[in-house]
């Protein structure tokens, strides 16, 4: 190697250790080289009379409200879709995939449960368990062919607290693919 390229890898190694130990420095590292960090010094008087000052008594948080009583009840509804390449179920409890068939050399199984299985569209609020939107179905069946290439499954649903959700399952008869159209109202 030439003169310049030794020095040129030389400067970029002195430059790979320094560079981290200059620009990159943490208040862990501020403090043990004798500097106090900004934030630090405020926190540190605060704490002394709050020691200081008498336990205060502990107000208990409330507890989560209820689920509404008014969200609307749908029966449990399965919709089937059926095509040549899959045979699928979709409940209306939270819009989850109940079974999904593959035809391929046989019945092959995508959704088992307890193992592999969708667990749909949930509401989630704090302090509560996940609560499943409820789901009315637009039909019960699909059944796509050649003379009937596409179909769709529309299902409407709500919370109870003011969400409405509408989705659009869009099948097609040569595709795996399900198209997803969702849509969100806060009323």
Do not use: C
Request: proline share 11%.
């Amino acid at each position: 190697m030439d003169k310049r390229t030794t020095l040129a890898l030389l400067l970029m190694a002195a430059l790979l250790m320094i560079y981290p130990a200059i620009f990159m420095r943490s208040p862990d590292t501020d403090q043990k080289a004798g500097q106090k960090p900004e934030a630090a010094a405020p926190a540190g008087k605060a704490a002394a009379p709050a020691a200081s000052q008498a336990p205060q008594a502990v107000i208990p948080p409330l507890p989560p409200p209820a689920l509404p009583k008014d969200a609307p009840a749908v029966p449990e509804r399965t919709a089937i879709v059926e095509t040549p390449l899959y045979r699928a179920a979709i409940g209306t409890v939270g819009g989850q995939v109940k079974a999904w068939d593959l035809h391929f050399r046989g019945d092959k199984p995508l959704v088992l449960s307890g193992t592999v299985e969708s667990a749909g569209w949930v509401v989630r609020r704090p302090g509560q368990p996940p609560h499943p939107i409820a789901f009315a179905l637009s039909t019960d069946s699909i059944k796509l062919d050649k003379d009937k290439p596409q179909g769709e499954l529309r299902l409407v649903g709500e919370d109870g607290f003011g969400i409405r959700m509408s989705l659009v399952l869009r099948f097609r008869a040569d595709s795996y693919v399900v198209e997803h159209e969702i849509q969100l109202e806060n009323r």
